[in-house]
């Protein structure tokens, strides 16, 4: 299990890589992510990050929904938990801190593995819906739209429904994040908090 979790992030390293090197998306005038961001050894440190756990089987089911509603066509873009007592990958791909986390019953991600195409959806279950604002906000504000370094997102949206928080971003020329909460909204319902953040690059 260990070889094929090692080769599978090699493969998506060596793309990753490519990827920055054909000249994907990446404004010369944006720095690297600072490394606390984004811990450069973390990956590598923790294989088996979301991949070894169970994802929570109804946000799982809510991610499968959306995409029947709105696919989103990517290289190896498979639903993974989101490891809440893992404060590095927590705050990479949520933005939220290890306080904000214990809000939190159980999170899903999902995105592309190559790092070269800038998607990322977060489904997250709290344990109390008076927290759903809260924790959007805090995503909104604290997620990396260039975490990939080479790629990047230039829309931001996020939409609270009860309990469940759904945050997407995306360069919209690859993925409309839009489209994606158009289906969150059709398979969770009105949410009860929205933002939208536009980049220009």
């Known amino acids: 299990m260990m070889k094929r979790v090692i080769l599978a992030m090699t493969m ?6 490519g990827g920055c090197m054909a000249g994907n998306k990446a404004p010369a005038a944006t720095a690297t992510p ?31 929904q959306i995409y029947e509603k709105q696919p989103v066509e990517l290289m ?10 893992n404060t590095d990958w927590l705050s990479y791909n949520t933005g939220l801190s290890a306080e904000l986390a214990d809000k ?7 995105e592309s593995m ?27 504000e604290n997620i990396d ?16 429904y009860g309990d469940t928080v759904v945050y997407c971003m995306a360069d919209s020329n690859l993925i409309d994040p839009a489209l994606v909460m158009a ?17 220009e690059y």
């Not at 939190?104 to 999902?110: E, H, K």
Request: one cysteine or more.
């Open 104 to 110: 939190v019953d159980a999170g899903v991600l999902s």
């Open 183 to 199: 289906a969150a909204n059709e398979v969770l319902g009105t949410p009860d908090y929205s933002d939208t953040v536009v980049t």
């Open 76 to 85: 190896m873009a498979p639903v993974t938990a989101v490891d809440l007592t």
């Open 34 to 64: 600072e490394p606390t961001a984004a811990p450069t050894e973390a990956p590598m440190d923790t294989p088996e990050e979301g991949l070894g756990m169970m994802a929570d089987e109804k946000l799982n089911a809510a991610v499968e």
């Open 145 to 160: 739209p260039a975490k990939w370094v080479c790629v990047m997102a230039d829309q931001q949206m996020v939409s609270v």
């Open 114 to 140: 190559t790092g070269s195409q800038a998607y990322s959806l977060v489904v997250l279950r709290l344990k109390d819906a008076a927290d759903g604002e809260t924790v959007a906000r805090t995503m909104m």
């Open 12 to 17: 998506a390293c060596a793309l990753a890589l």
